[in-house]
Each structure stands twice: as structure tokens, then as C-alpha cells.
């Protein structure tokens, strides 16, 4: 007998994954700004000033409202995703090696879609191919 049907088995896996990847991710930031807070990089006038959020598509899914740390004076990066970066680079590798193999652009917008419930327009997909 079958308590839970398959989807939503599917779905609570779904966000098993997502929510340890978020978990594991902040729980990296946190420890990166603490590094750099103990180091001389930081300065001695500088001080931790909360989370900024940041949503991030990944391989694992989309993460929501990711809590970065930030400093008073702007000057912690983390080494997990340029500024101001989305997505990590496996889903614009995944849409040029689709390309390559003949795909159309409309094409591998709408298999990236349906796949992944990333919206990528056919001009999207043509940019990325193009770099």
C-alpha cells in the first residue's frame, strides 16, 4: 500500500535537497565572513552588518532567499558566486552543449522550462551560445 503518491514523494525530495543545499551554503558564507573578519583583510573598524538575500538557480533547484553575509564596509566576497550572479554555470553549459548538438534556440528554451521551471527565452539561449 502506497501512503504517499509518487508525486508527492517527488516533491518533498525535491525540497529535502534544496533546503540541505541552502543549509550547507549558509552554513559555508557564515564561516567564509568569519574567516575574513578574523583576518587583517577586514580592518579593525570593520564589523559583520546582517544578510543581504540572494535567490540562486543550481543543479539542485532554485534557492530562495539565500542569507548572505555582508560587512559594514563592503568589502567581504564570497568565493560560492560572482556579485550579483543567479545561476551557477552548469545550466548555461547544459544550453550550449544542447545548441551544439543541433537543438534550436526556441527548442532548448522550452525543454530548459520544462525541465527545470527556468524561463530562458530563445534570445536568452542565443546569448549564452554566443560567448
Given at each position: ?66 542569507q548572505v553575509p555582508r560587512d559594514r564596509q563592503s568589502l567581504f566576497q564570497t568565493q ?15 544550453v550550449i552543449q544542447m545548441y551544439k548538438s543541433g537543438m534550436g534556440t526556441r527548442d ?24
Amino acid at each position: 500500500m502506497n501512503i504517499l503518491p509518487e508525486s508527492s514523494l517527488n516533491n518533498l525530495f525535491e525540497k529535502l535537497v534544496k533546503d540541505f543545499v541552502k543549509d550547507n551554503m549558509e552554513r559555508l558564507l557564515r564561516a567564509e565572513i568569519q574567516g575574513f573578519m578574523d583576518s587583517e583583510e577586514a580592518g579593525a573598524s570593520n564589523s559583520r552588518n546582517g544578510y543581504y538575500t540572494r535567490d540562486l538557480h543550481t543543479k539542485y533547484g532554485h534557492i530562495e532567499d539565500l542569507q548572505v553575509p555582508r560587512d559594514r564596509q563592503s568589502l567581504f566576497q564570497t568565493q560560492l558566486f560572482e556579485p550579483y550572479q543567479r545561476r551557477d554555470g552548469w545550466l548555461e553549459e547544459a544550453v550550449i552543449q544542447m545548441y551544439k548538438s543541433g537543438m534550436g534556440t526556441r527548442d532548448v528554451a522550452r525543454f530548459i522550462e520544462s525541465m527545470f521551471g527556468s524561463h530562458y527565452s530563445p534570445t536568452t539561449v542565443s546569448n549564452i551560445t554566443a560567448t
